[in-house]
């Protein structure tokens, strides 16, 4: 392989051969999520479902801004030496996130990957600051229980009842500021990108709207596969792999077709679906959902446990469910798609 | 500027070191575009509005799927040797992309950046193979008048009078294979990306969707200020300016809104959704619209003037107008955002 070409690994990874530093992070969330366990990890839990605003559409726009905001004020950047936002959320053309970002003035691209919006951001965010691109860019993934219900699947106000297998989506954003290392300052204080494993459209036929897991887990399984392959590394070479939304259902699912390929992932796997809530007391049947809860986990929980060293690296995947509610009311199927990001952080005392 | 950050230029642009070339490319609309005064350079013109599928959303599908396809096929490059895909449509939850590029295999970056989405698609491709992440990939964006206006504005069986300011959602898809230079190979028999000025969010307040020109064109006189500023030249450095969808109603505006800022760009200037359609016996009131119609306008048209070598250097405009139908009914206004990219042949006889 010639020099220009080094950092690909295997069919679909990228290994960075200078590995950009997440330098701050912010998460915020919602009433429901902030009385979840993990509620402590995140920068703010707001009350108010609209967020101050006049709609649940407009209220996550204000989350997306105030996160975002907030993560550059934590970076010590300033907004204008910010040179690209990656950003995306679950709102048909991606309005909320277009709303909340139109105060900064700052170039912007609009990412679609259902629930593995987060990965997707990311993955383009680490892309660009390792090419030398930018020196610092934004990367932010949001979803709001009203506006998704509504868009999704029904009026909140019709009280229709849900399956067991029905997730809920996340009222929750996340945004991360990456900078751009080197060999002189290799920002190994930092949790780091180090590598990426980008996904392909996954369909294995499920049709069931309302539970989304088993039409995403097959979608993970392959990109896990794919990344485990591609780096050439066991399970255990990871402290956590860490799905998006899989859910209890999905993670079943996951875990069984990684079996029959050889991969047995159950000691290393966590769900953020499952971590958000306390399904037994929250009522939330399967599990959070959303590309926020990737978004807000990782931005909150996650990094929180690798920057205590409690966990030196993690594989984080989320996923995402390829339907609108035109192409499900026509009776297509809901395919699957999910990208994979190796965060580390430097080993030390714990 | 250290080594590393060479190819930043200005603002928000990016001059690339070892520029991509765009190897093979595919065009493929439906009978209104056929029937229009580009209808020679397209590589297919379809009169099925599904494209023999039994709706429009899958007919669009099938489009993207065709013109991937095709642009594969043209390449001479094997299907499993692009790396990735970058695309995108104007479907909620981009089901024309996703379903198209199920049967692909490659992995996928889905894009939303509404009718500016083959500007970012294009630019994130070439960022990707310039920075050595990957040897070919492969850029794509579409839309289609039937599921565009079922989901945007009313049923087609409603028959809804159009004021003239409104435009016409093409029925088209453009695709790239984009293949990384080098040194010892500068590609330079085909046109190559150049650099690329990525746009912001701008909102001049404009709230009437059936005057996306109006909403677009401050996006677009933004986007190629900063461009022309951040390079250094003056209008006259490209043979032509081109921009995605204003239509007639836009372009005044974007003319004015860059004389205002010291820009003449009249001469340069045209507009694909002036030039897919004849207005006047078409009846398509102030032009073509939908991110189709600047990838195929692309795609046929202006890629073939660029190998013709009758210019020698286009700058490339898709503008985008960022509306959902419940911001707009929730009476937000319509911001607009564009991506500029630069494309080249080099001179030689004509």
Chains 1, 2 share one sequence.
Not at 186 to 200: A, D, F, H, S, V
Not at 219 to 237: H, M, S, T, W
Request: proline share 4%.
């Amino acid at each position: 392989m010639s020099e220009e070409f080094q950092q690909i690994v295997g069919k679909q990874s990228i290994r960075f051969s200078t590995p950009p530093a997440i330098i701050s992070r912010c998460s915020i969330v919602g009433e429901m999520e902030g009385e979840g366990p993990l509620a402590s990890y995140f920068d703010e839990i707001e009350l108010d479902p609209t967020f101050g605003q006049e709609s649940w559409e407009l209220g996550e726009a204000e989350m997306v801004r105030r996160t975002v905001s907030k993560a550059i004020a934590k970076s010590g950047i300033a907004t204008e030496d910010i040179r690209y936002i990656f950003g995306g959320d679950l709102q048909n053309q991606l309005v909320g996130t277009t709303f909340g970002l139109k105060e900064f003035n700052i170039p912007l691209f609009g990412l679609y990957g259902a629930c593995s919006t987060c990965g997707e951001s990311l993955s383009l965010a680490a892309m660009t600051v390792a090419a030398g691109y930018a020196k610092h860019v934004v990367a932010v993934t949001s979803s709001h229980y009203g506006s998704a219900e509504k868009q999704f699947r029904f009026p909140l106000e019709y009280g229709n009842q849900r399956p067991l297998s029905a997730t809920w989506t996340v009222t929750g954003s996340g945004a991360f500021v990456l900078e751009a290392a080197s060999k002189e300052q290799p920002l190994e204080q930092y949790p780091r990108i180090m590598g990426i494993t980008t996904g392909k459209v996954i369909d294995y036929g499920v049709r069931d709207s309302m539970n989304m897991g088993a039409c995403m887990a097959p979608a993970a399984a392959d990109v896990i596969y794919q990344c485990l392959e591609d780096f050439g590394v066991k399970p255990e070479y990871f402290d956590r792999i860490v799905t998006g939304d899989l859910g209890k259902v999905g993670t079943e699912i996951l875990l069984k077709l990684l079996r029959d390929n050889g991969y047995e992932i159950g000691k290393q796997h966590m769900d953020c679906g499952v971590e958000i809530f306390s399904n037994q007391e929250q009522d939330t049947h399967s599990g959070g959902s959303g590309c926020g809860c990737s978004a807000a986990t990782l931005a909150g929980y996650l990094l929180n446990r690798l920057e205590a060293k409690e966990w030196h690296r993690i594989l984080f995947v989320p996923t995402g469910a390829l339907l609108s509610p035109i192409s499900f009311n026509e009776g297509e199927s809901i395919p699957g798609i999910a990208h994979a990001v190796i965060i580390e952080t430097c080993k030390g005392d714990k």
